[in-house]
């Protein structure tokens, strides 16, 4: 049932887009701004007026979308509204003013496209899409995740420290909005928590200091490895096409226990042997695992009572691998001519 009714939210955001960019004038503003919100007849109030039929966990996945849609509509009435009003006030446009050159326009960088389209498959999903500080306290970056001042696995991640604020750094990974996001919403919770990471690396065709990764975790009662196995695999296939599989071997992560590297049949290839996947007809795209118990204590849940998993993908090498670009130095260029490609 939640499913369905997530389904009719996208439409009805999907369709509000359409109509409010279209309105011909203020007042096909105001009969958007009734026929989707409004009180007795709109079309998201009527949904919303369903979400007591549905039961505690539905009610909250599906009023956390609805209100997003709705929070997204008006914005776009809004500033619909203000269009218009400056073609009526004291600064409108002289619309007579002849047509100027068209400027050069790029596009959307491709990692904000791989981004939105693992946003919207998430969504579909039932999961949250959280954001997160990139300048974050070593609490949540290191601690809250089983990763003590001592623990080898600070020297794998050399960040980005703070002068004069010692326990500030720029985050190494989105992981820390695990606990955060635990202790605000409690379990059940499914979300997804993309964002902008950094690293002191020495920068080369595969390195560089700020990359992008794609957190996700699941935490609620029974949830088990098979739960993240098929979440990956439907997450793989709609990167890659029905006939990718997935395969999971051990890997040690101090967050998770027991931790794997996901695999993907290599896109080149398809997992007969190439040179991308150096002849093993598999390329490692995601780390994955079971939420260590310490972490979900860190967030106040009792590990005898919930269980998680978590993985993260890299976007910058899923957008490697997508578009074919062999420097990851070129995404964070600003090069006009790489983003017209």
């Given at each position: 049932?939640?499913a ?34 409004g009180?007795?007849n709109g ?5 919303l ?7 505690e966990?539905?009610r ?5 979308r ?16 203000r ?27 491709p990692i ?19 954001d ?51 202790q ?6 499914a ?12 920068t080369d065709?595969r ?5 992008y ?5 699941v ?100 957008a490697?691998l ?17 983003l017209?490609?």
């Amino acid at each position: 049932m939640s499913a369905v009714v997530l389904a009719q939210l996208d439409a009805i955001l999907a369709r509000a887009t359409d109509l409010i960019s279209k309105a011909p004038d203020a007042e096909g503003v105001e009969q958007c701004d009734i026929g989707l919100l409004g009180r007795k007849n709109g079309e998201l109030t009527a949904i919303l007026k369903t979400l007591s039929s549905l039961d505690e966990e539905s009610r909250k996945t599906v009023g956390a979308r609805a209100n997003q849609v709705k929070n997204e509509i008006e914005v776009m009435i809004n500033a619909r509204r203000r269009e218009f009003a400056a073609l009526t006030g004291a600064g409108a446009i002289d619309i007579s003013e002849p047509v100027l050159p068209r400027p050069e326009y790029g596009a959307l960088h491709p990692i904000t496209e791989v981004r939105q389209n693992l946003e919207t498959f998430f969504r579909g999903k039932g999961f949250l899409v959280l954001d997160g500080p990139e300048l974050e306290s070593e609490f949540y970056n290191f601690e809250a995740l089983n990763i003590p001042a001592d623990h080898p696995a600070r020297d794998m991640q050399d960040t980005f420290y703070i002068k004069d604020h010692p326990t500030l750094l720029m985050r190494t990974h989105t992981s820390g909005m695990q606990v955060r996001a635990l202790q605000m919403y409690g379990a059940p919770l499914a979300a997804v928590v993309p964002g902008r990471c950094f690293r002191n690396e020495a920068t080369d065709v595969r390195h560089e200091h700020t990359f992008y990764q794609f957190e996700g975790f699941v935490v609620g009662e029974n949830v088990t490895l098979a739960h993240l196995k098929g979440t990956l695999e439907a997450a793989a296939q709609h990167l890659y096409g029905p006939q990718t599989h997935v395969r999971l071997r051990p890997k040690f992560y101090p967050f998770v226990e027991p931790g794997m590297n996901g695999e993907v049949t290599c896109v080149i290839c398809a997992g007969q042997g190439c040179k991308l996947c150096k002849g093993t007809g598999w390329l490692e795209i995601f780390g994955c695992g079971m939420i260590h118990p310490e972490v979900l204590k860190a967030a106040k849940l009792d590990p005898k009572k919930v269980s998680g998993f978590a993985f993260g993908l890299g976007l910058t090498r899923i957008a490697m691998l997508k578009y074919g670009v062999g420097d990851v130095r070129e995404f964070n260029a600003g090069d006009l001519n790489f983003l017209q490609q």
